[in-house]
Each structure stands twice: as structure tokens, then as C-alpha cells.
């Protein structure tokens, strides 16, 4: 069983930054491979970065490549969303996942384990 807290939301303006974290209860965080996912009302939720348990493979939405940067410290049984260049679009819940055994990061139903997200806001 694992328990993921998410932090960092918050209300910034275009082109900003945010740094969400995500810490996991259990004493295997580092088998688990963990995702970033988020969600606007009235849509699914969608992939935004995956990171594998080793953290030496990670993958991000076409939309968010080359501004958001995924990194775990399995030491503090944290995984890290750093967000730059934010754009309005980007405004939304933000949903820390992880699993054991994932078949493919980036569909939200292979997590079984899953934060109760935080608020990210982008204005323009």
C-alpha cells in the first residue's frame, strides 16, 4: 500500500514556474514507478510525465516537452514536477500516481495508487 501526498499547486502567472512534489508513504517507493497526470473539469485525466523505478527512463506529453522536467530522490520518497514556461493551458488538477508493476506510463489505468491531486492555476 502506498499513500501519495501532492504540494507545490498554486496560482502563477504565464511563463512562471512551480515545482509540484509528490511524497509517498511505504518503504519501497523506489520500485514503483510514478506519473504526473492532470485534469480540467469535464475531461479525462491525461499523462503529463511518467519516471521509472530506477529513474533513468522517463517520458513526457508532447505538450508539456522541453518546459516540465520529472526527477525522483528515492531517498526522501519524493517525485518532483518541475514546471517552467507555464501557459494558461497548463491550468489544472495535478494527480500524483504510482504502481508496482505498470504495464504503460502514460495510461492513467495502469496506477493503482493515486494522490488527491493539487490546484494549478496559470494566468495570462
Known amino acids: 500500500q502506498v499513500q501519495l501526498v501532492e504540494s507545490g499547486g498554486g496560482l502563477v502567472q504565464a511563463g512562471g514556474s512551480l515545482r509540484l512534489s509528490c511524497a509517498a508513504s511505504g518503504r519501497t517507493f523506489s520500485r514503483y514507478t510514478m506519473g504526473w497526470f492532470r485534469q480540467v473539469p469535464g475531461k479525462e485525466r491525461d499523462f503529463v510525465a511518467g519516471?521509472?523505478?530506477?529513474?533513468?527512463?522517463?517520458r513526457y506529453a508532447d505538450s508539456v516537452k522541453g518546459r516540465f522536467t520529472i526527477s525522483r530522490d528515492n531517498a526522501k520518497n519524493t517525485v518532483y514536477l518541475q514546471m517552467n514556461s507555464l501557459k494558461p493551458e497548463d491550468t489544472a488538477v495535478y494527480y500524483c500516481?504510482?504502481?508496482?508493476?505498470?504495464?504503460?506510463?502514460?495510461?492513467?489505468?495502469?496506477?493503482?495508487?493515486w494522490g488527491q491531486g493539487t490546484q494549478v492555476t496559470v494566468s495570462s
Open positions: 500516481a504510482a504502481d508496482m508493476a505498470i504495464q504503460t506510463m502514460t495510461v492513467a489505468a495502469s496506477y493503482d495508487y
Open positions: 519516471i521509472s523505478w530506477i529513474g533513468g527512463s522517463t
